[in-house]
């Protein structure tokens, strides 16, 4: 069964202090994994897409890559406003172009 | 350009009542799918309507069901609610093509919930 697991669940970081989220997948067939960013209450904002491992992606302070079993989002030097709970989701064959969720990663940066 | 819209924000029901949730695509975009999002959890997929015509179904009852217009716009439908089903759904719309993967962008979402 294809599955998508986020760590951590929770995240709090200083302002200024870099880390990593990590999203780690069992998919036969990888045809894209995709990062979104969810805000309380609102509809999930699309990041990324990434379709093959050695695949780089940058966003301001966002940086998303991908190995052939997991994909990192790398948050440098993160700010206030990028407290949020970051979603991965895949495409698989099997399952069309449905996409499938973690449950996400919310990330809280205090100043 | 307009990103994907959904009506209403929010909406309270009783249990065993009908409800429905419309939401139009970003401009553009052909095909509509819905996801329901229970508070913690990441978006399930409900289904997916291209061409005015259910294209993919996800694990949920025959209680969900949905419809598309020649606009491309959408309903979702969901008859005699249940507590659980207490959620906030998604719609996202896209531009698929047959040998690629395509991002899906979603709306700000309905709240239901079932009292």
């Known amino acids: 069964e294809d599955q998508v697991t986020q760590s951590p669940e929770a995240l709090r970081l200083q302002e200024g202090e870099s880390s990593s989220l990590n999203c780690s997948y069992t998919?036969?067939?990888?045809?894209?994994l995709f990062w979104y960013r969810q805000d309380p209450g609102k509809g999930p904002e699309f990041l990324f897409t990434l379709y093959s491992a050695g695949e780089e992606k940058e966003k301001e302070r966002l940086k998303a890559t991908l190995t052939k079993k997991e994909s990192f989002l790398h948050i440098t030097a993160p700010k206030p406003e990028d407290s949020a709970t970051y979603l991965c989701?895949?495409?698989?064959?099997?399952?069309?172009?449905?996409?499938?969720f973690g449950k996400g990663t919310t990330l809280s940066v205090s100043s | 350009d307009a990103g994907v819209t959904q009506s209403p924000t929010h909406l309270i029901k009783t249990r065993g009542q009908q409800v429905t949730l419309r939401c139009s695509p970003k401009s553009g975009h052909d095909t509509v799918s819905w996801y329901q999002q229970a508070l913690g959890q990441g978006p399930q997929f409900i289904f997916q309507y291209y061409e005015e015509e259910e294209r993919q179904r996800g694990n949920f009852p025959d209680r969900f069901s949905g419809h598309q217009f020649p606009n491309y716009s959408s309903e979702l439908n969901v008859n005699a609610l249940l507590l659980g089903d207490s959620a906030l759904y998604l719609c996202?719309?896209?531009?698929?093509?047959?040998?690629?993967?395509?991002?899906?962008?979603f709306g700000p979402g309905t709240r239901l919930t079932v009292l």
């Open positions: 989701a895949v495409q698989a064959p099997q399952a069309g172009t449905a996409l499938i």
């Open positions: 996202a719309s896209s531009f698929p093509r047959l040998t690629s993967t395509d991002t899906q962008y």
């Open positions: 998919v036969s067939g990888l045809r894209g």
